[in-house]
């Protein structure tokens, strides 16, 4: 083991860490290209034989990049996807790029390390780096940006951008990871490092598509319609929906999980199993209206907003339910990126779809904030060690969670991290370990 790890955990100073060699190779959660045929022919694309867990190479540094060694990190649903290889091989992202030239081959390895969020600490920067310095302690922004795009002056997420330990190498399942210095956001202090880590994609996502000026703008009073809300997204999403004076009506799978939500503060909750629907769920429009129907026993109205990530099994639904002049906001398809749906329902009653995807850098430093103060607190369930990658994502890959899956990486333990207990106490172990404790 290294001798820059042993000073990272030790809390070193930023002295220290500089004394320290940075390591030629590291520890890190990988998919490898030599696999993508793997599951050809497959049923069940079981992830825990795609994901390896071993050294890799560490890569030249950028002018604009920092080296952070990760405490901890979490799994999202697009390591599933990188794991089964599926929409395309997320090894077709790591060879596209031919802009730059100088800097972009690193990416275009063998292995994939996979991973899209992430708590550290800096441990290196490149010489163009100016707003974070060695020792720092952050959270890692999913979205790499080039800041020469002139889009990025509008809205980042309009510049092209990709996802980080998606669409690029290097990510955050790994004791070390190398991101753009406009991605480094500081950890907010009340947060163990599992915490902190569990928070930066899903809830900047959830933040975007319902309170940014790019989504929803969700109002108050504005009834929002939730899917899978003790899902990663949808766990922020209730949060966001509850803080902003929003009505959230929250669709879970379970009487367990709607304990989640009463515990929360939600009051609106449909457990879907309580429904009788036919053979084709909720794309049977019978079944959404018979939805409709408990919705408006709950709250006298049809809902504003749709927030939507499912996609396939319940698209045509959510176009469905939203009231006339609402809004379907959709960040994803997890069942099926093919929908059908009625568009008399859409333009018949002058709905809106509104497509959006991940955060911008103002939107997920406006999330951290909120977190920071207490305000919106992590949704972290369970963690794995990164050992046991594989069957942190496989839990994800089979819907077997709830909120945030955690992974430590130099973390030793779960609990480590915090620098303002006093904060933490204001906010209460029950809030921040509500997931945890169910």
């Not at 698209?315 to 099926?336: E, K, M, P």
């Amino acid at each position: 083991m290294s001798d820059l790890i042993h000073a990272v955990r030790a809390g070193a100073s930023p002295a220290e860490l500089l004394e320290c060699d940075l390591p030629t190779r590291f520890r890190a959660a990988y998919t490898l290209k030599a696999e993508i045929a793997l599951f050809d022919g497959s049923s069940d694309k079981d992830v825990r034989r795609s994901i390896h867990v071993g050294e890799v190479e560490m890569p030249e540094l950028a002018p604009d990049e920092v080296v952070v060694a990760v405490m901890a990190s979490a799994v999202n649903f697009n390591s599933v996807w990188s794991a089964i290889f599926e929409p395309v091989p997320t090894f077709t992202f790591l060879r596209r790029r031919t802009s730059d030239a100088r800097w972009w081959p690193r990416h275009d390895r063998e292995y994939h390390v996979i991973g899209s969020d992430a708590s550290g600490v800096v441990v290196r920067t490149g010489e163009a780096v100016w707003n974070c310095s060695v020792g720092d302690r952050v959270v890692i922004h999913p979205g790499v940006v080039d800041p020469g795009n002139p889009y990025s002056q509008d809205d980042g997420v309009m510049a092209a951008p990709l996802a980080w330990g998606y669409e690029t190498n290097f990510g955050g399942m790994a004791d070390f990871t190398i991101v753009k210095a406009n991605q480094i956001i500081p950890k907010p202090e009340c947060l163990t490092w599992e915490e902190a880590a569990a928070n930066t994609l899903c809830a900047g996502t959830a933040y975007r598509m319902l309170i940014g000026s790019h989504g929803a703008r969700m109002k108050q009073g504005d009834i929002v319609l939730i899917w899978g809300a003790t899902g990663g997204l949808g766990s922020y999403a209730v949060q966001f929906v509850l803080n902003g004076g929003g009505i959230p009506v929250c669709v879970v799978s379970s009487a367990a999980k709607a304990e989640i939500i009463h515990a929360m503060g939600g009051r609106n909750v449909i457990d879907r199993t309580s429904l009788e629907l036919g053979d084709n769920g909720l794309r049977d429009p019978a079944s959404w209206r018979l939805l409709g129907r408990r919705i408006r026993q709950l709250t006298g109205q049809d809902p504003h907003i749709v927030f939507e990530y499912l996609g396939q099994e319940t698209f045509a639904a959510s176009v469905g339910l939203a009231r006339t002049g609402g809004s379907i906001v959709t960040c994803g398809s997890s069942t099926g990126y093919w929908h059908q749906y009625d568009n008399r329902y859409l333009w018949m009653r002058i709905k809106r779809i509104i497509g959006s995807h991940g955060a911008n850098y103002q939107e997920a430093t406006e999330v951290n904030r909120l977190i920071s103060l207490g305000t919106i607190t992590p949704t972290l369930s369970r963690t794995y060690s990164l050992d046991h990658a594989a069957e942190a994502v496989r839990s994800v890959q089979q819907g077997d969670h709830i909120g945030k899956i955690g992974i430590r990486c130099l973390a030793l333990s779960e609990g480590l991290g915090v620098t303002d207990m006093a904060l933490r106490e204001r906010i209460g172990e029950d809030r921040l370990g509500l997931f945890r404790s169910h």
